[in-house]
């Protein structure tokens, strides 16, 4: 049984007046315990819509929400519950800090839950752990730390509330290259540490191509694609009918071909990258 699903999701913001906007339509997924799966799609597509109904944020206006069998709003109870067993953290987490230390703001999910306190300090301080927070920024206010500090301590919150599934939107989102580097890394050495399921929503090809083993493609607020990174990722014609950029190593050896190269087009981390190219030099007798 997975672990999360969607079975036939639809939701209409503003219905029955002028504004009415179908943000889903007939969404059906299935997520399995573990798994890391990357959800992409243009802006407008319906990636934060569906997340905020993995949680049940957001209530359907058809279909269900399904955790562990369960339908997350057969009561108030169910719905409580997947609150906590699905954590979402929002794009640009750093803008709901608002505690005066960065200990109380991660501590905050724990505190809801209704923890003990010496519980709620070994969730604080696992978290912090996970996130690579020092234990000397712990009685600084947040919002004496940089950008990439500041989102590291949004992300602990959510965490430190343990849950069961991740849900990331654009976690790497308005970072430089070091800083989203760092969060991705992050993230990858939770999701093995715990075994946690992880979702990421981007619309980053290089970000989903470089972390997710699975990939679902939302376009006008259905999934019109999904499968293997290889399976989605190999279908640049595809991807860009649904307004998306393909990675930008895939790029390179997309213009290589064009100037005759005889290399693969479905070429999207670094690593398929530096084989490939180690091959041409071989082939052309060069040392690297």
Not at 97 to 106: G, M, N, R
Not at 218 to 224: L, S
Request: glycine fraction near 8%; charge should be negative.
């Amino acid at each position: 049984m997975p672990i999360l699903e969607t079975r036939n999701l639809s939701y209409v913001y503003g219905e029955n007046t002028p504004f009415r906007v179908q943000a889903l339509h007939d969404v059906s997924i299935s997520i399995e315990k573990g798994e890391l799966v990357g959800i992409i799609g243009h802006t407008g597509s319906g990636k934060s819509t569906l997340m905020q109904h993995l949680n049940g944020l957001v209530k359907p206006t058809s279909g269900e929400v399904l955790l562990d069998g369960e339908n997350i709003h057969a009561s108030k109870a169910a719905t409580y519950r997947a609150r906590f067993r699905v954590g979402l953290c929002f794009q640009y987490p750093e803008y709901q800090l608002f505690e005066s230390t960065v200990y109380k703001d991660i501590a905050f999910g724990p505190r809801n839950m209704g923890l003990a306190k010496a519980q709620i300090d070994e969730h604080v301080r696992r978290a912090a752990s996970f996130l690579e927070i020092r234990d000397a920024w712990l009685d600084r206010s947040p919002f004496d730390l940089s950008g990439g500090e500041k989102r590291r301590v949004a992300i602990a919150g959510v965490l430190a509330m343990e849950p069961e599934i991740l849900i990331l939107d654009e976690p790497t989102a308005g970072l430089d290259p070091r800083g989203r580097a760092q969060i991705t890394a992050l993230i990858e050495n939770y999701r093995a540490s715990t075994g946690s399921t992880v979702l990421i929503v981007s619309h980053s090809m290089d970000d989903v191509a470089e972390t997710a083993s699975r990939v679902l493609v939302m376009d006008n607020g259905a999934v019109v694609l999904g499968g293997t990174v290889d399976e989605v990722f190999r279908d640049a014609q595809a991807l860009v009918r649904h307004g998306l950029d393909v990675p930008q190593l895939t790029r390179v050896f997309l213009n290589l071909r064009a100037r005759g190269v005889d290399v693969p087009t479905d070429i999207y981390t670094e690593d398929q990258a530096r084989r490939v190219l180690l091959r041409l030099l071989r082939e052309r007798g060069v040392t690297a």
